[in-house]
């Protein structure tokens, strides 16, 4: 079976750029998970979704970040305008929770670098 | 509040020894599940292992053992002989057991280095 797909695998953008993040989850999982990872905040979760809806997104940093989940297999998270200090991994996960499968499983990560 | 935290930044040892990487967690729920991820140098987090908060059995699976003691909050990892290919950070999380939470709180992480 597929793991968690994200693409692209590596970004690198200038400042002021838009930047797509694309994640498809394992097919038949209910919840979508959005995480950062930086050297100096580790891992953070921005947003998660259950059923296409976002259920809690406290964790975006600014209005320049807005995550969409348009149907059970398809997640973007888009950030815009860039800024530096965005640089870091971003992990899409997802899981099947109520069951004994309720772990998240994570993708390979897109590293965003912008300049 | 949820956190956990992983007292080790680095350790390094030598192929053969055995490790253990530490873990202490605090939540005011009473339930709740406890997982180990595994991040190797190409940077992808590699679930190891859950456990649920009413499980406190220890489990062992090939090298990995995983000792989890709730009257000390403590879910530790031991890797029996080591080697090179446990290279990697290994962070220790927690989550909410039903509800409609799910937010994983991360530990920091512990790199762990296995020198030939």
């Known amino acids: 079976d597929a793991g968690v797909i994200q693409s692209p695998r590596h970004e690198v953008t200038e400042m002021g750029q838009e930047v797509t993040l694309r994640c498809k989850p394992i097919?038949?999982?209910?919840?979508l998970f959005w995480y950062r990872q930086t050297m100096m905040r580790g891992l953070e979760l921005l947003i998660y979704f259950n059923n296409n809806v976002p259920i809690d997104d406290s964790g975006m940093p600014e209005d320049r970040f807005s995550a969409k989940m348009p149907n059970a297999s398809f997640s973007t998270l888009k950030i815009q305008p860039s800024e530096p200090r965005d640089s870091a991994v971003y992990f899409c996960a997802s899981s099947l929770i109520g069951t004994s499968m309720d772990t998240q499983y994570f993708g390979p990560g897109t590293r965003l670098t912008v300049l | 509040a949820q956190k956990v935290t992983q007292a080790q930044t680095e350790i390094s040892v030598v192929e053969k020894e055995d490790v253990t990487l530490d873990c202490v967690y605090e939540?005011?729920?009473?339930?709740?599940?406890l997982f180990w991820y595994k991040q190797p140098p190409s940077g992808e987090l590699v679930f190891l292992i859950r456990?649920?908060?009413?499980?406190?059995q220890n489990e062992i699976s090939g090298r990995y053992s995983w000792n989890f003691q709730k009257s000390t909050s403590s879910f530790n990892f031991t890797i029996t002989a080591s080697q090179v290919v446990d290279s990697a950070v290994y962070f220790c999380?927690?989550?909410?057991?039903?509800?409609?939470?799910?937010?994983?709180?991360f530990g920091k992480g512990t790199l762990l280095t296995v020198n030939p």
């Open positions: 097919s038949g999982h209910d919840y």
């Open positions: 999380a927690l989550t909410r057991s039903g509800g409609s939470n799910y937010k994983l709180t």
């Open positions: 456990r649920n908060s009413f499980d406190e």
């Open positions: 939540t005011r729920d009473t339930t709740y599940y």
